[in-house]
């Protein structure tokens, strides 16, 4: 088959032939239709996020099941799926104790293979490592069973495929890790895929005044039409001064940060209210540290700081969960879809993502 593979740390995809094993004890074999290009895979390409090469990259989503191996019992062939970046197994501390998306199987995936370490692609017979267990810029992919979630036929997989990463995490992020209130004001810094999806979780959590903040003139277009009712642009005005003239100088009840750099991260909780909260949702590169006043940001201000990965999401029930609501018409989804692509086009869309001219490139592969 043919993938987009990172061949070495800062160099561009390359679409090579590669060689895909047979699905082991507990994997499955999926016919990938559908695969979203997210921040996160720019993000191994540049180093922030460290993981071996030559890798498939990708990791949002969706396809259909065409083999299980020996054991499989959650889905089977003909089954259509949205692929999950965190495997999620039910049964270790962190699934039991309710935080399924720090599942400790996924401990094993973090070095690119999959939960027995080994990835099942290889070209002239050397390992080729798949992203997240996934590996979604490739028209097959072996992955755990544990890491998809089986969905109704009838939902269009370009569409599914989006939930797997983005929204997952961003309309997460506001509905599962933040306490969004109705009526609150909230403040979104960073307003790529998403961030646009951290918007319209606000939006669904009943906020009234969703602040969104970029660099892009272009990306706060779009973090209008996905639900912001107030935009800045970072570039020309100060932008915790300006959240504090929207909030009658106190600042928004839940800031988010979407794009993992020290001084947004310190401008989050800077325009976060006293006894606000300050969701950190941006992968930021190994190297950030974060330096706060203890007394002036936890004590005297009472400001809570708290992680979000995968949108504290459990992927079994906020899957069903998000879809309902895109049937609803309460969550956009074909409208996060900027550009339809082909996996010949991968430098292209990471270089639209840089330039902030798309809110989501999908892949159609074929087969
Ligand atoms: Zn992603
Ligand atoms: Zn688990």
């Not at 740390?9 to 082991?24: F, H, K, N, V, Y």
């Not at 889905?75 to 400790?104: I, K």
């Not at 609803?328 to 900027?338: M, R």
């Amino acid at each position: 088959m043919k993938a987009a593979v990172l061949p070495a740390l800062d160099t561009p995809l390359e679409t090579q032939e590669l060689e895909i094993a047979a699905p082991g004890p507990g994997e499955v074999r999926v016919k990938v239709v559908a695969s979203g290009v997210c921040h996160s895979d720019l993000s191994i390409q540049n180093g922030t996020i460290p993981q071996p090469t030559p890798i498939v990259l990708g990791h949002e989503g969706a396809g259909i099941v065409e083999e299980v191996g020996e054991g499989v019992t959650k889905v089977q062939p003909g089954d259509h799926v949205v692929l999950s970046f965190v495997p999620a197994c039910g049964e270790c501390y962190m699934c039991r104790h309710g935080q399924p998306y720090v599942c400790e199987q996924a401990n094993a995936t973090a070095g690119g293979g999959l939960l027995d370490g080994t990835t099942r692609l290889s070209r002239d017979g050397s390992p080729v490592f798949q992203m997240a267990a996934l590996g979604t810029f490739g028209p097959y992919a072996i992955v755990p069973e544990i890491s998809m979630v089986k969905i109704d036929d009838d939902v269009p997989l370009e569409v599914a495929a989006l939930i797997g990463c983005g929204v997952l995490t961003g309309v997460g992020a506001a509905l599962n890790t933040a306490d969004v209130q109705e009526g609150d004001s909230v403040v979104v810094i960073g307003c790529g895929g998403v961030g646009l999806n951290v918007i319209q979780g606000a939006k669904i959590a009943g906020a009234s005044r969703i602040i969104a903040v970029d660099r892009f003139d272009s990306k706060l277009e779009m973090a209008k039409d996905f639900g912001a009712t107030d935009t800045i642009n970072a570039g020309e005005t100060d932008a915790v001064m300006a959240v504090m003239g929207l909030t009658e100088g106190r600042g928004a009840d839940v800031a988010f940060e979407v794009i993992g750099l020290g001084p947004t991260i310190e401008q989050a909780i800077n325009a976060t209210r006293k006894g606000g909260e300050v969701v950190l949702v941006g992968v930021p590169r190994m190297d950030v540290m974060v330096n706060l006043p203890a007394a002036f940001t936890w004590l005297y201000l009472a400001k809570t700081i708290k992680g979000c990965w995968y949108g504290s999401s459990n992927v079994y029930e906020d899957v069903p969960k998000l879809l309902d609501l895109w049937k609803k018409g309460e969550l956009k989804l074909e409208e996060l879809i900027s550009k339809e692509i082909t996996v010949e086009d991968i430098n292209e869309a990471f270089a639209d993502m840089q330039a902030g001219t798309v809110a989501r490139s999908v892949i159609q592969h074929s087969h």
